[in-house]
């Protein structure tokens, strides 16, 4: 099951930051996909402006004392290697991650391109969906993890049967983009969830 889960999951971070910057002839900018889709990079702003921001602050757990450092942009991931394996990965993802001891996994994807928070938004569902076409966002807000502002999103689907769910967090500025995505199946939420976050918080960006 380990590897079922892993390999129809993972495989979604294949379609990550897959886009073109371009404007029409009527001066609006979009973003064109691989697949041939296209869409506004500003029609998303409006929505933005309804998400609400999480009053609490996460920091990183003091058990987390090993960390690694991203080659892509500045910043760090702080793990438990009692609780987490770590490998390299191919672009686009940087690191991935398992759980020891549960079917929970998680990745690190970086870029050198800033990309603004709202395309990232919509960036992320759509690479979701061209592997679980019923994925949707379930909850979304932004919040102060280890003092940054970032962009916090669950979401849910099915792809070969497998109900999954995302935590994931996203951030961009002018020295670069991540995503830190965290999933599990959507049974062992309950149980997982507490191990996805300790993992997601523990990352430190300057």
Request: glycine share 6%; with cysteine.
């Amino acid at each position: 099951m380990r590897f079922i889960v892993s390999y129809c999951l993972l495989f979604i971070s294949s379609y990550s930051f897959s886009q073109t910057k371009a404007v029409t002839e009527n001066g609006d900018e979009v973003l064109l996909y691989e697949d041939g889709s296209w869409g506004y990079i500003k029609e998303t702003k409006n929505h933005f402006d309804s998400i609400p921001t999480n009053e609490q602050h996460f920091k990183k757990a003091a058990s987390l004392t090993f960390s690694i450092k991203s080659k892509v942009i500045p910043g760090s991931i702080f793990y438990n290697t009692s609780k987490w394996t770590m490998k390299k990965a191919e672009s686009p993802s940087e690191y991935t991650f398992t759980h020891k001891t549960q079917d929970v996994y998680g990745m690190f994807i970086s870029e050198q391109i800033e990309i603004p928070i709202e395309n990232l938004r919509s960036l992320a569902l759509q690479n979701a969906q061209e592997v679980a076409p019923n994925c949707e966002i379930v909850k979304e807000d932004f919040r102060m993890v280890n003092g940054k502002k970032v962009f916090f999103m669950q979401m849910n689907g099915t792809t070969q049967g497998i109900k999954f769910t995302y935590l994931g967090y996203y951030y961009s500025n002018q020295s670069g983009t991540f995503q830190f995505v965290t999933y599990t199946a959507q049974n062992l939420l309950a149980k997982a969830q507490a191990e996805m976050f300790e993992l997601l918080n523990g990352v430190v960006v300057p």
